[in-house]
């Protein structure tokens, strides 16, 4: 099996509100939990405009059951939420397993413990009267669970917080790659291969636990300009022992377009798959990030050419991140 092996959640889901949040007349948020929408039946990822309304603030639960995948004796089974709007709470068979906060705020659970038979995950959405926290690019928006869920079957060590970027000039691109590996303890051997364009790229040996970065030369990587948007797949693996244990491959090209007045600034958080379109339709974009969410956000989207500098909700923008994988704030 090549890890990791994902089981897409996207439906049936049963909500069923919780509580309404309003704002009274003396500025503080009250809860009330009489009056409320009827329950019903949504997919996700949503929000809950069509069946709870756009202006319905408050708690609303989602529920769904779901058997678990046999697993190997060298195999886990992880919950991943790609985002809550506003925020979420993540509940399998009634113990919590944490929290998601915005549509960035992606979780990952390693839920091999908790599974049984037949399972229920319950993932309680929070958007009260006053859109807080913040949430950039849907202030005014329904709420709900915006990002996909789903179980991934991986392997005891894996790849995480991967980030993938060109960098060099146009005629002699580099590619550029940070990353952990994660999971449980190992004192086998561990490598990172990187390959495109019917090329190995790099071979990184690493250990257990352990963060790696490497910039390398990447000939035959396409330069991607809004005129001619041409990308190619990166194939990202994880070798255990020489056995790829993890793997993953991301659409990347060079890019060396800087902002321009064509550039359309991007407020909110958005998925992958409009990522993807942005990058074969050629649309250069200015992705804006708040300072909280650097960290998280910026790497998850910088193998993307169409993101062509990054934006900071203030004017004013400390040294260290002039430069963010590969790309300027402005």
Known sequence: MAYPHAIRLRGPWQFEPLARSILASDGQIVELSDDLPPPGRSTVPSDWGATLGTNFRGRVAYRRSFNPPALDPHERLWLVVEGADAQGTVWLNGVQVGQVLGRAGSGTFDITRLVGPRNEIVLEID???????????REHLPGGPI??????????????????WSCGEADDPHLAIRGSI????????????????????????????KRFEATFPAPGLPVWTPDSPATVPVEIKLLESG??????????????????ADSL???AILSERDY???????????????????ASVCPSLAHHPCIVAWSRTNRFVSPRFKLTFGRPWV
Request: aromatic share 8%; charged share 25%; hydrophobic share 40%.
């Open 182 to 209: 994660l999971g449980e303890r190992a004192e086998t051997s561990l490598a990172v291969v990187v390959g495109a364009c019917d090329h190995e790229l790099v071979y990184l040996e690493t250990g257990w636990h």
């Open 127 to 137: 958007l009260s009267a006053d859109d807080a926290p913040p949430r950039p690019g």
């Open 265 to 267: 600034r991007l407020e």
């Open 276 to 294: 993807a379109d942005f990058d074969r339709n050629g649309t250069a974009i200015v992705q804006q990030v708040p300072a909280t969410w650097v």
């Open 243 to 260: 056995s790829s244990v993890w793997r993953q491959s991301l659409e990347t090209g060079f890019r060396p377009a800087p902002a321009s």
């Open 147 to 164: 990002g996909e869920v789903r179980l991934e079957v991986r392997s005891e060590r894996f790849v995480d917080q991967l980030a993938l």
